[in-house]
């Protein structure tokens, strides 16, 4: 039997003692909605399992959204990424990977792409060296000096920009990361 993986990536817990959601307690969610080889990475709300079927990431993420608000008490905005996917996402990187450090390079998971119109009052020129780039329901950014000193970070995270979708940003090494988990 051919198990397909899968990551979850979970918005916001576990910051500034805000919306606390325990790994265990998350694998033990996962493992009880079926899922199998549930591991978790880092405490920022990573996780990857595996699925004997064949299922629709939204239909995963809207499953798993209502698993955490039933055992926590509080909602929490889930993206589930396919390992096709993070492998394509890895592979369309337009910035030169093996030449940054992971905290310079980050990738914001979109539930859809946002219209490219939202992005026209960026001016991009304006915050180099800082650049961004639009891929397949991601958003590449190059931050030389890390996402917490990022203005373009703060730029296009207005709601003029992601108004509507569920987006969560992840640094370069946890995309790495999870691209190998979900290749196991």
């Excluded at 629709?56 to 589930?80: K, Q, S, Y």
């Excluded at 219209?115 to 931050?143: C, K, M, N, T």
């Excluded at 890390?146 to 969560?168: N, Q």
Aim: proline share 5%.
């Amino acid at each position: 039997m051919t198990t397909r993986k899968y990551a979850a990536l979970l918005r916001g817990i576990n910051v500034g003692g805000n919306k606390k959601v325990p790994m265990a307690e998350l694998r033990q969610v996962l493992h009880d909605l079926g899922h199998q080889d549930v591991q978790t990475y880092l405490q920022s709300g990573n996780a990857v399992f595996g699925s004997a079927t064949e299922r629709a990431p939204d239909a995963l993420a809207r499953e798993l959204e209502a698993a955490i608000e039933a055992h926590f008490g509080f909602r929490v905005a889930c993206l589930v990424l396919d390992a096709a996917y993070l492998r394509a996402v890895a592979d369309a990187c337009p910035f030169p990977v093996a030449e940054l450090e992971g905290r310079q390079l980050h990738a914001t998971f979109c539930s859809e792409l946002p219209d490219p119109s939202r992005f026209a009052a960026i001016d991009g020129p304006s915050y180099l060296p800082e650049e961004y780039r639009l891929g397949d329901r991601v958003v590449y950014l190059y931050a030389p000096e890390g996402l917490g000193r990022s203005k373009l970070a703060e730029a296009l995270a207005k709601p003029a920009v992601v108004k509507g979708i569920d987006v969560t940003t992840r640094n370069w090494n946890t995309v790495a990361k999870l691209v190998e988990l979900t290749s196991n």
